[in-house]
């Protein structure tokens, strides 16, 4: 899920500061990461329903840390795989953006099993830089999933982090957040990145 940002406007004027993020090289130092570029709205992949995680390897690890750090690059909250191209039922979250490193959150496999309560505020995603939009979500979620060890876990979100559970649980399962909107809402953002499309700006 898109971070607020000052320059974020529910316009498609708001402009994207990292929309074009670019691999950095692994090897460059043991502290160093691969920012993986987002995958943009119309690649199919964001449309799919995604297999479940089943290896709990290192290889995993890797993979996390380098979601959590191509999702600070995108100065995001939430990430899911599908949106680096890969087709796992794998996501990230931190709604501080980084400043309280026990706020990362891996969610393998998560599943929402309660959820209370109606919040309405706007949302935007990585995958749809510039185009944000008003999305009831419940204000209270309870999620289960595992972490990246492959353990269970129950966590309960409220408001912004409930928000961004659901979303990235959505991306889990093909949906999109402008799937969420009205038809007419809906529609005026996909001509509007049909154009940009056209235009190579997209
Ligand atoms: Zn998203």
Known sequence: MANKSPSSKPTEAAEEPKST???VGAEASSTSRKIYPIVKYGDPILEKQTPLVKNF???LEQLTEDMFASMYAAQGVGLAAPQIGLGLR???VDVTSGKNPEARIVL???EVIHF???KREEE???SIPGFRGYVVRPQFVTVKAQDVKGESFEIRGEDLLARAFCHEIDH???ILFIQHLS???RDLIKRKIKKLRKQGEW
């Open 172 to 174: 889990l399962h093909g």
């Open 21 to 23: 993020p670019v691999d």
């Open 124 to 126: 935007g995603c990585l």
């Open 90 to 92: 794998l996501a990230v």
């Open 57 to 59: 390897d290192a290889e």
């Open 116 to 118: 209370e309560g109606e």
């Open 108 to 110: 393998a496999n998560p």
């Open 183 to 185: 038809m007419l809402k």
